[in-house]
């Protein structure tokens, strides 16, 4: 398996323009996450869904923030319109659910290589 | 809620040293806890694991045993490389979010 495709791997982009994330989980995982991470605030988780419905997006930090998932294999994080704070690495991260019955066996994330923006 | 502590960093040392990382955590329940390597301009991968109390995740010679007595994690290695050098990551999952600590940066000089 490929692992997590994230891309661009890196986006330099000016205040205001929108800006576009992608991300391809592995085949047959059914959660999916995005992080943003900063050196002030290290890893945040922004929004997360389930068999491709968002379940948690309280971390998305404001309306400018948008994230869809319209299939099991692809989902996108946008900024529009992107300002200069927004500037971090933004990973996405997929897994598959927790075995069921067995108390305490939840399953490791698997994250991607990371979109490092830059907005100017 | 659930929350997870771990030491600040940096942490230096010279290859072959000992290494100890520790991490404690809150949690209600029977999380499993990970700890996760991250390599410059890399996402985060997982090292190893844990699912229940008493178990030992090891891998790549870094242990970490699971005390829910003393509610740690602590990441240990006993001779430490120049390839080791990265940001370490304690994490547990209790339900279906995860939850991180701050992470800690290794050093390590030959």
């Known amino acids: 398996d490929a692992g997590v495709i994230q891309s661009p791997r890196h986006e330099v982009t000016e205040m205001g323009q929108e800006v576009t994330l992608r991300c391809k989980p592995i085949?047959?995982?059914?959660?999916l996450f995005w992080y943003r991470q900063t050196m002030m605030r290290g890893l945040e988780l922004l929004i997360y869904?389930?068999?491709?419905?968002?379940?948690?997006d309280s971390g998305m930090p404001e309306d400018r923030f948008s994230a869809k998932m319209p299939n099991a294999s692809f989902s996108t994080l946008k900024i529009q319109p992107s300002e200069p704070r927004d500037s971090a690495v933004y990973f996405c991260?997929?897994?598959?659910?927790?075995?069921?019955?067995?108390?305490?066996?939840?399953?490791?994330?698997?994250f991607g290589p990371g979109t490092r923006l830059t907005v100017l | 809620g659930n929350s997870v502590t771990q030491m600040e960093g940096p942490v230096t040392l010279s290859e072959e040293a000992f290494l100890t990382i520790n991490c404690t955590y809150t949690a209600t329940g029977y999380p499993s806890l990970f700890w996760y390597v991250q390599y410059p301009g890399e996402g985060l991968q997982l090292l190893l694991k844990?699912?229940?109390?008493?178990d030992k995740g090891s891998n790549k010679g870094f242990e970490a045993t699971y005390r829910k007595e003393t509610t740690s994690f602590h990441l240990e290695k006993g001779s430490v490389q120049v390839s080791d050098s990265a940001v370490y990551f304690c994490a547990l999952r209790g339900s279906y979010i995860p939850t991180f600590g701050r992470g800690t940066s290794l050093i390590v000089h030959p």
């Open positions: 869904f389930n068999n491709n419905v968002p379940i948690d």
């Open positions: 085949s047959g995982h059914d959660y």
């Open positions: 991260a997929s897994s598959i659910v927790a075995i069921p019955g067995l108390a305490g066996e939840y399953n490791e994330q698997f």
């Open positions: 844990a699912t229940k109390a008493d």
